[in-house]
């Protein structure tokens, strides 16, 4: 069937097949837990447009898969939806309560109104990155560097792109904390969401919301219920949004973080995209 994400027209085309779930995801996974596939994610949010060609390949080797189930993370597919959307379908609800918190303040916020979800396969943690949290914004991402060098992809070899993105932190970082220690937090945290290992690693807040409601949805359990993600996303006063304490009453949403801001109960999320490896 090709459906229209969140509309009830239909129009008959192809059903997806094995070809965009490859055996071993199927076998070391478990659907309905930690594998949310087309079935799991049409589920949650309803209907969505798709086809054999449109839906990528899963980017991930088996070694990859094998490590993300030791760490506790989860695959999942993410359909094109913004927060505004995802307000709105389910009339802000989320299972026995709410889906947001309060959207008061960022209602008119182009990260709640147009940034939107790829189309995409991703590799999510249930929890934040250990000992990321009471950190500012360049040292949660050290903290997400050494998550990913010393456990994602210990004893392993680290694609290329990704030493890359972890040089160019390294290259970057004193500069970055003298500015957004400075007069120029607001530029300075820019450029740090922007480094390109945030990029490849840490979610934009629609995301992290979109992974919230996928997993409670299918698992019928909250993350982060006590703890908050600090996003890539950024609000019009340039400070950084980060969402959590997800439950019943809603997940809060926050965007009066600087970037030289910590707290014991903020951290970063890990999430990737992966980098597709050619046969």
């Not at 993300?68 to 299972?95: E, R, S």
């Amino acid at each position: 069937k090709s459906e229209i994400f969140g509309k009830k027209t239909m129009k008959t085309i192809e059903k997806p097949s094995a070809i965009t779930t490859p055996a071993f995801c199927r076998q070391r996974l478990t659907k309905g837990t930690n594998f949310l596939d087309v079935p799991q994610i049409r589920n949650a949010f309803g209907a969505f447009e798709y086809n054999l060609s449109s839906i990528p390949a899963i980017p991930f080797i088996d070694e990859e898969i094998e490590r993300a189930i030791k760490l506790n993370q989860f695959l999942v597919l993410h359909t094109p939806i913004t927060m505004k959307a995802m307000h709105d379908q389910f009339d802000n609800k989320l299972g026995d309560g709410k889906l947001f918190y309060n959207v008061d303040w960022y209602s008119a916020e182009p990260f709640y109104t147009t940034e939107t979800t790829s189309l995409e396969w991703k590799l999510v943690g249930c929890g934040l990155v250990p000992d990321s949290t009471g950190l500012n914004y360049v040292a949660e991402t050290q903290a997400l560097a050494d998550y990913v060098s010393n456990q994602v992809y210990a004893d392993m070899e680290m694609p290329a792109e990704y030493q890359e993105a972890i040089d160019e932190l390294k290259a970057e970082k004193v500069v970055l904390e003298k500015l957004i220690n400075g007069d120029k937090w607001k530029e300075g945290g820019e450029r740090v969401s922007k480094l390109k290992f945030n990029q490849l690693f840490r979610g934009r807040a629609v995301e992290n919301i979109y992974n919230t409601v996928a997993y409670h949805k299918t698992n019928g359990e909250y993350l982060l219920p006590a703890q908050y993600a600090r996003s890539r996303s950024h609000s019009s006063l340039g400070t950084l949004v980060r969402s959590g304490y997800a439950g019943s009453v809603g997940m809060r949403v926050y965007g009066v973080n600087d970037p030289r801001n910590s707290s014991d109960g903020v951290g970063v999320w890990f999430s990737r995209s992966g980098v597709v490896k050619k046969s």
